[in-house]
């Protein structure tokens, strides 16, 4: 087939490259296309571009540039074959320009020019912060006011002090629920999707250094927000409500619209939200231990009454109501339970925890009956059980094998990564597939706490460039963050408060092959797998926001931080 020009598209980091971060880029031509070459080197659509004879070296491929913001030649290199991407349709090759490492803004030429981009270690400190802010705007029965919210200032609204109980339970009286965060793009309030939220930024805050202490004490207040939430969701006899929901589904309106409008309500209470509490409120015993003993104290005796609670009732199902909330249904609760006796244990040189002490000898079991994951979610905690482990010194041996188990998780994402064209360790695009490829690499950076292996740290960059921007579908996924990222999130408070400009920090969901919402006649671009992704306010399969997919990539910057400096 003969062609004027070879259709391609650039793959990059939209926002930018750590100084002495591997820094590649990528030119995807669709499957089929051979690289022929023209003499047309005119501009296509933005990010779409033709070589032209110049471009090419016979021996070593086509010429790439690297162009300071002043338009002088930075670097110069050869593109690299890379391979075909299934998922994508296309196929890559690859630039590399890992050698430039001066601070400036940049922008990559081959056949056109890309949009300037940093490369600098304050990129990855900037997208934290908008990362853990994003969290700040999700909170709930707060004014947010115009000197910390700036546009996105709004009133006070589901103040939730006095809510009923579901009929479900058959319960009088009213309950005091007041704060945490909205969870995802809905205005509901969950207790297996916050713990899980909540735990994850823990870690950023156990492992973080210094450097980044002003990120990470701005951290800890938004932690110690949902924190109290939890305490609150607590019932007089240790088990723990598992969620606040609208009594329907909200459609695109404010908080004060949706507090208007119909009434929220405590919805039941299970064994699996029980103990999520538990091994979240016993992580905040070693985060606040230091910082303020009193509320350490309170964590902890809070959850040791629902680790009890969660032993005398160790089948309570979750409630099965989605009238106006997820339904988050988890039937299995070992992982839960074995991620709470881990932390428990591991608080237990700390305080007086003799009545807990048959959590040890379980634990050993536990590590035999569930291998770790490469990412942590809602319905599959042990990776935090096995962290909680990898993080202690009271049993050596426990250490030992958890940190194995987690070597060995790495190392497969690092070989699954390594056969794949973007460079990514996923092979099926679930729902929140970012929130995936950000587990994978907080996995390799806690992994590499302790082995310092620089392959995790690549692979880790890897995931993140992905999410950024070099991707199948050319958008940085976190809002604000780039020339590409969402406009039109499926997310409540972004569409209604009349501010063109989402709210910024927020990581959607990405590319989903299942679309869920692909009876909404959604203009997706492709049936490929890797297209299934479209900037809709109505794709809830592929745009809603999560604070579950938001924590990892939170972390996971935390730890990029901590890994420079």
Known sequence: ????????????????????????????????????????????????????????????????????????????????????????????????????????RYKIRCGTDSHLFEISDNWLLAQLDANIK?????????????????????????????????????????WNAHGGWYDAGDYGKYIVNGGVSVATLML??????????????????????????FLRMQDNDGGVFFKVSPERWDTFVTPTVSDHSQKRQIVGKSTTSSLNFCAALAQAHRIFAASDPAFAKKCIGAAIRAYRWSLDNPDEGFPPYTEGSGPYGDARVSDEFFWARAMLFREMGQVDLQDCIEVHDQLYQDLADMPPRSDINWHDTENLGYMALALQDRDIELRERARVALEHESDKIVALAADDAYGIALRYFPWGSNGVLANFALTLLVTNTWTHKPEYVRCAYDHIDFIYGRNSVNVSFVTGSAWSSPMFPHHRISASDGIVDPIPGLLVGGINQDRQDGHKDLPYPSALPGLSYVDNQTSFASNEVAINWSAPLTASLALLCANIN
């Open 204 to 229: 950023a805050l156990e492992l973080g250094t210094p450097a980044i202490s002003k990120s990470l004490e701005t951290l800890r207040e938004e932690v110690r927000f949902e924190l109290e939430f």
């Open 134 to 174: 994003s969290f700040y705007y999700q909170r709930c029965g707060v004014e947010l006011k115009p000197e910390i919210a700036g546009k996105w200032a709004r009133p006070l609204a589901h103040i939730d002090n006095q809510l009923p109980f579901h009929y479900s339970m058959n319960r009088e009286g009213t």
């Open 1 to 104: 087939m003969e062609l004027d020009g070879m259709r391609a598209y650039l793959r990059y980091n939209h926002v930018g490259y750590a100084c002495c971060a591997p820094k590649h880029f990528y030119i995807a031509v669709n499957e089929g296309e051979p690289f022929e070459v023209g003499e047309d080197n005119k501009p296509l659509a933005e990010g779409l571009f033709t070589f032209s004879a110049k471009d090419i070296d016979v021996v070593s491929g086509p010429v790439f540039q690297i162009i300071s913001e002043a338009g002088e030649v930075a670097y110069e290199g050869h593109l690299a074959y890379r391979g075909p991407c299934g998922y994508s349709g296309e196929t890559l090759l690859v630039g590399d320009f890992s050698e430039c490492r001066k601070p400036g």
